[in-house]
């Protein structure tokens, strides 16, 4: 399959889990990548892996933290300018902190903002700018796509993950807002909410994360990475050129009521 042939694609937290999915579907779909992670080792090493099993190398590791605004410009501008487009980005970069409100500090709070929700806009910001002045010299509108990586905490109230909870919640306003300032500009702005999804870092927090979360969902099974790659891999094609502005729910149903494995840690 190569239907993204010749599109240049930027996902940011990819070392593991969702993002490297991404980074790997859209490799093998025939687009240039950039995989970015704040651990320069691992994007080194994950876009290594991805390359190894494509005919010519199409991943290039960018190490940054997304809350470093500076140093994501200057990434997403190299990688653009390089390519002469930018095409497609993915806000997927976040980080979870637990922690009860009374006792929640201030410097957690400011690093969840600063990575989920800073992170975000700026790197939704900084592609924006370049998909808006290379789609001007080169003479046409972008058919750009910015894709925000939410969860279902935004949507629903989880105990002991607020200030998660409310970064998520920003994003998908965050697609709204953004959806409406760049349509003019042929850049379309959505928002995924991921339910409980299989990765490294879930099953190495709870190794019977997937059946317990499989008992409390609708379809019987928790998400898999491939289940956001494909919601992904629509929104970015030129079929939803028409659908901005939106969050589309990947969960299996759960949101519908919310239930919560009995002996899940509060
Ligand atoms: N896994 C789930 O069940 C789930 C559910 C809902 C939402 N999400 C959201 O999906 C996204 C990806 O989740 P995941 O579980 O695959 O991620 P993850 O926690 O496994 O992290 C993926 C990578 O992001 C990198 N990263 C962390 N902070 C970064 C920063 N400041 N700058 C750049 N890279 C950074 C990490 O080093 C890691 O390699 C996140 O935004 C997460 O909130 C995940």
Redesign the pocket.
Known sequence: MSAFAGKTVFV????????FGLCRAFAVAGAAVAL????GA?AQTAAGKINATLPTPAVTPYA????EVTAVQNAITHFAQQHGRLDIVIA?????QYGKFLDYTAADFDRVMG??LR?SYFTAQAAARQMVALGAANSHSPDGRILL?S??TGVRAFKNLGTYGVSKAGIIHMARVLALELGAYGITVNALC????V????VADDPDYAQKWGGVTPDGRAGEVEDIVAATLFLASPAARHITGQTIQVDGGWSLRSPIPEDHPD
């Open positions: 940011t937290g990819a070392g593991v889990g969702i993002g970015n992670d704040v651990d691992l940054f933290d997304v809350a997927n970069a976040g980080i979870t990575v989920n992170g990586m969860s279902v991921p339910g409980a999804i990765t490294e870092r879930t």
